[in-house]
């Protein structure tokens, strides 16, 4: 064997030139050598043996640098029959060096376009996932030291490029045992880790990061991430675990009301926040006109919200993004789990396909409430909802994973001749692909579909029908550059077909509202990188186009919104388009181990818009629109501030303080005709709002009682040039003031105790200023718009969950949970009203004669104290 | 019909809800602000047309107070001029002599007071022949009226009722009722998911005066907006409040010109 040495002596230079002389001797010899076949088996060999072997068995000899060749590497490789030059080639791609035969001297040298040589950089890589059932977890921590660090992505996975050597790794994620090892990083290398999830007494209310390099990166991205098991353990009205209205224990998010699925996120109005389903859009997720959110907690993995700084993958909305991934399905072993409430049954069965390879999940919930309508009502032929969850996923080699999900829900009201009914569906198709092991790719098709019915003769077949429906491919792209540097980038495609609600009948023609059809182009790019030890710096920029597209047609108005001219536009026609640029950009600083600075700038778009002005809590005929002829894009540039802290183990403090301006907010002349109106567009007024605030956050994740207490002050205030005169006024979301206590005690093993309190400032309204009498109606007339405030919301909500079983290891586990809504049976006003009478059973109606009674003013509200029972169980 | 069974439907599911409703001691932000409201509706009726002024009142159910002293003229057509009187002095209803506002013709109403000039234009629609009263027993010899839409325009039915000439009219009794059918052939949510009305039964034997109102597409505007507020308030799906914007420039109500049909009916017993 010849050995080449950077720094040889004369002797040796001579002693190898004499053997290279030799060893010419011998080419053709060594040529016929190449094309014989051998059979060899590498278990785990290092790489100098191996070389010895082949030597041994070739009669070849070998040349190459041991400062540049990693010999020590080991090797696993069998070979039956088969050429010597196939064997080479096929071995120098395992230990990633390249091969030449130089007058039948075989030299080894290290791959020069590997940018890992160039740099001399290794990169490990891999998954980390839940142990008992093979879950992503979305979020997790690997640290190689405490300054060096990555989170998993949205499929749990991770990529780190370092120097080799030898690091003390560890891997963590919230409410899981952290796992660390010493690992000899000589080269690249996949590792996966599966973790084993911690005792239930130290699972987490709303999941933060622990340690600075955690909340760094969490805090630049804007998110807050919420537990299924959370909301699950949360007390629910009528025992339904709801994960939309779990999001009001999160500073700055304010429910409509009681009974209502609408939120606002930091005074932006409720068509601004975004939920989406494996990456599928859900439009109206809420189930009895708003009393129950469409996602099943159990069918969930994890939950994401972006309410500050979204990363430039993210987008579409002007306020809040909800990202929603479902469980891909346990695949190591089956599983079911349920449950039975009052008002709906819940199933969920999971399992492997083929065991680490591949699994299935598939859940459910079907309500049971006809049978209570039906003893009050004769004529229901229909009265339920459901939802169904599935998913499927395949890990196809190391490579490759595919995913397919679905949803659909929906509710069905129908009496004999006439009802309601609405649906959504979403589905999705995802590719997973490493590139290599620092590229990772995921490519997407998904779609959304939403419909509304409402049947006024099913005789006749007259309904009014609105639509929207979307589909969208994309690819993105995550560069795990470096330890300090990661870069997204990706584009997306997406069409969307718009129905703003049209009535069909066979006994009449009904005027024509024109269906939209529109599509988006979307290309972005975020890089997150740290400067030195202490700094974070994320920015990124989002490039959206959006183009309108016949069939439709689209009114013009005058200054004086009288219709002058109709366009027509031809199937397949493009007009009006929109171009617009959403940087992003946050700077985080770590002062020390447990304290962090942020600061952020985004802006974003928004394209389509509802169309409601409604102020009921309740689901009811709206419509969706796209930006177009008359309507401009919405946008809103948000600034913010950040400082979290850990205080002691177990025990943060955050407070963020945000200021935004939107423009190109909507709101409606009075009194807006939006239903079968095909000039509707003419009722919408376009202005701008303005909300800031501050959010107060403590948190206790460990030990026997855990919870959190919240406070935020903000305010959001809007101007349009025609509604108000003009001034300045509050939104209806405008709640200066909201508090909120969650707390969970584990008493012990098999019982844990639950409370919820939420206060808030009333909403505001507009209340007369005086009346007047017009045909014998007392009419009233109004001042400043939302002048006044209805009374303070709270309520108090508490739960008792037993655990059946006595042995915690048992493979059937279930429980049973008692909880009480509005606990002191507060009366939480919903409206309040000027237009009724008392009756003699002291109910309060409109006056039928006009010459009857005196006017009174009413209250309406819901949900006093509301007890419910719930049974879950779950066998493995 | 259809929408009352839908409209149950949904109350249903907010009885799940447990909604309930109860006064409350809620105090109003009231304003004087000056204003003042016009409610004049000139028919083609040969009659004193009525133009009343008042101001806003503060609280519900609070006393009128009359606009006195007021000029007020109606112009129809371009030349042809109504000055009104204002009878009895200081009760804020000024009357034209005879006249008949005619289908076609523009109504131009000015009114001055206190150096402000208000003025309103408006024109009446045909209106379509009433369909015969239908009303039902409701049991223990009372009765129910039914109302339905009719024809194909927009139009309310005001129905003027008096049983204080029966049997059963309790003397210091006030026997009179006064309802109003719109119909406007509006497709509006709220209007739809209106909350339901208090029962109002009559007995055999009263009088029942129709009186059919056509209704001009400003008129129609105007009387949504105000049933928006009132009647149509407190459902399921109520709207953004707001003021019913009516057509007098610088003042609250409607100057409105319809076309009227009329009949009378004495309910008489059924089965």
């Known amino acids: ?876 | 019909m259809a929408m009352k069974k839908l409209l149950k439907l949904f109350l249903l599911i907010v009885l799940l809800c447990c909604g309930c409703e109860d006064r409350i001691d809620q105090p109003l932000s009231s304003v004087e602000t000056g204003s003042i409201v016009v409610e004049a509706h000139f028919t083609n009726e040969n009659k004193n047309q009525l133009v009343k002024l008042t101001k806003p009142y503060l609280e519900q159910n609070g006393s009128v107070v009359p606009v006195s002293g007021a000029t007020v003229v109606v112009v129809e057509g371009a030349d042809t001029f109504y000055p009104l009187v204002e009878t009895p002095a200081g009760s804020g209803e000024y009357f034209t002599s005879n006249m008949i506002a005619v289908f076609g013709r523009v109504y131009t109403l000015v009114i001055r007071h206190q150096g402000g000039e208000f003025v309103a234009q408006a024109r009446s629609v045909p209106v379509e022949p009433l369909s015969p009263l239908t009303y039902e027993n409701a049991g223990n010899d009372q009765y129910r009226l039914m109302l339905n839409e009719s024809g194909s325009e927009s139009n309310y039915i005001e129905y003027e009722l008096s049983w204080a000439d029966t049997p059963v009219c309790n003397p210091g009794t006030n026997c009179l009722g006064l309802v109003t059918y719109y119909d406007l052939k509006n497709v509006d949510v709220q209007d739809l998911f209106k909350p339901d009305k208090k029962d109002f039964l009559f007995p055999v034997g009263t009088r029942v005066i129709r009186r059919k109102y056509s209704v001009a597409p400003e008129y129609r505007d105007f009387l949504r907006s105000v049933l928006s507020e009132t009647e149509w308030r407190g459902g399921i799906f109520d709207i953004q409040r707001a003021n019913a914007s009516g057509n007098v420039s610088g003042a609250l109500g409607f100057f409105a010109v319809s076309s009227v049909q009329i009949d009378t009916t004495f309910i008489v017993d059924k089965p």
């Open chain 1, 1 to 876: 064997m010849l050995i080449y040495f950077k720094h040889l002596s004369w002797r040796q230079i001579a002693f190898c030139c004499l053997v290279g002389m030799l060893a010419s001797l011998r080419v053709h010899a060594q040529q016929d050598r190449l094309s014989q076949q051998i059979s060899v088996t590498f278990d785990n060999l290092a790489f100098e043996e191996v070389i010895h072997v082949l030597e041994e068995q070739t009669g070849l000899s070998f040349s190459f640098n041991p400062n540049r060749i990693d010999l020590s590497q080991k090797l696993t490789y069998q070979a039956t029959a088969k050429r010597v030059d196939e064997v080479l080639r096929e071995i120098s791609s395992l230990v990633d060096v390249s091969l030449e035969v130089v007058e039948g001297t075989v030299i080894l040298k290290p791959r020069t376009n590997s940018p890992e040589i160039k740099k001399k950089l290794v990169t490990l890589s891999g998954y980390i996932f839940d142990a008992a059932n093979g879950e992503a977890l979305i979020g997790a921590t690997v640290l190689l030291s405490p300054q060096l660090g990555v989170v998993t992505n949205a499929y749990g996975f991770y990529s780190i490029t370092v120097e080799p050597g030898e690091y003390e790794i560890s891997f963590s994620y919230l409410g899981f045992e952290r796992k660390s090892m010493r690992l000899n990083l000589k080269q690249s290398d996949t590792h996966s880790v599966k973790l084993n999830s911690q005792s239930p007494l130290l699972e987490e209310i709303v999941v933060t990061a622990s340690n600075t390099e955690d909340v760094a990166h969490v805090v630049s991205e804007g998110r807050t991430q919420l537990k299924p098991e959370t909301v699950s353990e949360k007390p629910s009205l009528f025992g339904e675990a709801d994960a939309v209205k779990s999001l009001e224990m999160i500073p700055g998010i304010k429910l409509h009301s009681d009974g209502s699925t609408f939120y606002y996120v930091r005074g932006g109005d409720r068509d601004q926040n975004l939920i989406m389903i494996d990456d599928a859009p859900v439009y109206n997720p809420n189930h009895l006109l708003g009393l129950f959110s469409t996602i099943i907690p159990e069918a969930v993995n994890d939950i994401q919200l972006y309410k500050g700084n979204m990363p430039a993958w993210l987008g579409g909305r002007l306020s809040s993004m909800m990202d929603v991934r479902t469980k891909k399905g346990n695949d190591q072993n089956f599983e079911a789990s349920g449950g039975v409430g009052l008002l709906t049954t819940r199933l969920t069965v999971e399992g492997p396909l083929t065991k680490d390879k591949s699994s299935f999940l598939l859940s459910g919930r079907f309500s049971r409430v006809k049978w209570f309508f039906k003893a009050l009502e004769d004529n229901i032929t229909k009265f339920h909802f459901y939802d169904l969850t599935g998913k499927l996923n395949f890990s196809l080699n190391e490579k490759n994973k595919i995913y397919f999900s679905f949803y659909n829900g929906g509710d069905e009201y129908f009496a004999i001749n006439n009802g309601v009914n609405w649906s959504n569906n979403a589905a999705s198709f995802r590719w997973n692909h490493l590139i290599n092991k620092r590229v990772f790719l995921n490519t997407t098709l998904a779609g959304g579909v939403y419909d509304y019915y409402l049947h006024t003769n099913f005789q006749n077949n007259a309904k009014w029908h609105s639509h929207l429906s979307n589909i969208t491919l994309k690819t993105d792209f995550t560069y795990f550059h470096s330890p300090i540097q990661k870069i997204d980038f990706g584009l997306a495609l997406t069409g969307y077909n718009f129905n703003p609600g049209n009535f069909s009948t066979t006994a009449f023609r009904a005027p024509a509202v024109s269906v939209r059809n529109s599509s988006e182009l979307v290309l972005y790019g975020n890089h997150e990188v740290e400067l030195g030890k202490r700094w974070l710096l994320n920015y990124g920029l989002r490039l959206s186009t959006w183009t309108n597209e016949g069939g439709s047609f689209e009114f013009v108005f005058d200054e004086n919104r009288i219709p002058v001219d109709t366009l027509f536009f031809q199937k397949g026609d493009k007009y009006q388009q929109y171009a617009r640029a959403e940087p992003r950009l946050s700077l985080t600083y770590k002062v020390n181990g447990n304290d962090v600075l942020t600061a952020g700038v985004s802006r974003n778009i928004q394209n389509i818009h509802l169309i409601s002005n409604s102020i009921s809590p309740f689901t009811s005929f709206e419509v969706w629109l796209p930006s177009s002829v008359n309507i401009r894009p919405q946008s809103a540039l948000q600034f913010e501030l950040g400082y979290y802290k850990n205080i002691l183990e177990g025990l943060s403090f955050e407070v963020e303080g945000f200021f935004k301006r939107m423009r190109n907010q909507i709101d409606y002349e009075a009194h807006a005709e939006t239903l079968l109106n095909p000039l509707f567009e003419r009722e919408l007024r376009f202005g701008k709002g303005v909300s800031y605030g501050a959010e107060f956050l403590l948190r206790k994740n460990t030990g026997k009682l855990q919870g959190l207490l919240g406070y935020t002050y903000s305010r959001a205030k809007r101007t349009f040039s025609e509604i108000n005169e003009g001034r300045t006024f509050n939104a209806f979301y405008d709640r200066p003031h909201q508090v909120n206590i969650v707390a969970n005690y584990n008493v012990n093993q098999r019982w844990t105790l639950g409370l919820n309190w939420t206060y808030y400032t009333g909403a505001p309204y507009s209340s007369p200023i005086s009346f007047y009498l017009h045909n014998g109606l007392e009419v009233p007339v109004y001042g400043q718009k939302n002048n006044s405030r209805l009374p303070d919301y709270h309520r108090l909500d508490l739960s008792a969950t037993l655990q059946l079983n006595k042995n915690s290891e048992s493979r059937f586990q279930h429980d049973l949970t008692f909880s009480v809504y509005n606990a002191y049976a507060r009366k939480n006003t919903l409206f309040i009203n000027y237009n009724k009478t008392e009756t003699a059973d002291g109910t309060f109606k409109v006056p039928f004669n006009q010459l009857d009674g005196q006017r009174v003013t009413t209250q309406f509200y819901l949900f006093q104290f509301t007890p419910s029972f719930t049974y879950n169980f779950r066998w493995r």
